[in-house]
T-cell receptor, first 113, second 113 residues
Framework: NAGVTQTPKFQVLKTGQSMTLQCAQD?????MSWYRQDPGMGLRLIHY???????DQGEVPNGYNVSRSTTEDFPLRLLSAAPSQTSVYFC????????????FGDGTRLSIL | DQQVKQNSPSLSVQEGRISILNCDYT??????FLWYKKYPAEGPTFLIS?????DKNEDGRFTVFLNKSAKHLSLHIVPSQPGDSAVYFC????????????FGSGTQLTVLP
């Protein structure tokens, strides 16, 4: 059972480049979300989705786009990378019932030069 | 303004003793609280949760206490083991918000053998 799978694990980009962080889950979870973790700040919500075709902004959405065309996949796109987006990115999913804990992937460590 | 605060960045305890990790919140709409554990280079893993209708929840060596009037929760680990050494995140959510999680900044627990 793979759970939540994130690719790539590491990536280095130059300022202005674009890229997509991939996230896939095999648990048929309705809710998926993206967080970034920065030193001393915990995890902050970027975007989330409550089901295929539905997305919404979290606390820090600027500079990121998401789409949810299938239940399984929830890619995060950086449109024009900036050094401030250097961070560790985590994808998570949970079932639709309330009070279900979120399951996290192992993260993507992204450096913007 | 941080709605969930973990004021102790680090905590060291001796193996076999009790570890107490603390968390404070400011949003009175939060009604569900979770603790996650995170090892380096891995994603956070769910540890234990508590609903606001309870003041205590136990799972083996882990107990979470909730004091709603003080807007404070704590995680007790008894007895502490070296394998418990990790970063512990407190998180909270409110109903009607797609159960988005708001995280604290984390506490690094080190259990000394």
């Amino acid at each position: 059972n793979a759970g939540v799978t994130q690719t790539p694990k590491f990536q280095v980009l130059k300022t202005g480049q674009s890229m997509t962080l991939q996230c896939a889950q095999d648990m048929n979870h309705e809710y998926m979300s993206w967080y970034r973790q920065d030193p001393g700040m915990g995890l902050r919500l970027i975007h989330y989705s409550v089901g295929a075709g539905i997305t919404d902004q979290g606390e820090v959405p600027n500079g990121y786009n998401v789409s949810r065309s299938t239940t399984e996949d929830f890619p995060l796109r950086l449109l024009s990378a900036a050094p401030s987006q250097t961070s560790v990115y985590f994808c998570a999913s949970r079932g639709g019932a309330n009070n279900q804990p979120q399951h996290f992937g192992d993260g993507t460590r992204l450096s913007i030069l | 303004d941080q709605q969930v605060k973990q004021n102790s960045p680090s905590l060291s305890v001796q193996e076999g003793r009790i570890s107490i990790l603390n968390c404070d919140y400011t949003n009175s709409m939060f009604d569900y609280f979770l603790w996650y554990k995170k090892y380096p280079a891995e994603g956070p893993t769910f540890l234990i949760s508590i609903s606001s209708i309870k003041d205590k929840n136990e799972d083996g060596r882990f107990t979470v206490f909730l004091n709603k009037s003080a807007k404070h929760l704590s995680l007790h680990i008894v007895p502490s083991q070296p394998g418990d050494s990790a970063v512990y995140f407190c998180a909270a959510s409110a109903s009607g918000s797609a159960r988005q999680l708001t995280f604290g900044s984390g506490t690094q627990l080190t259990v000394l053998p």
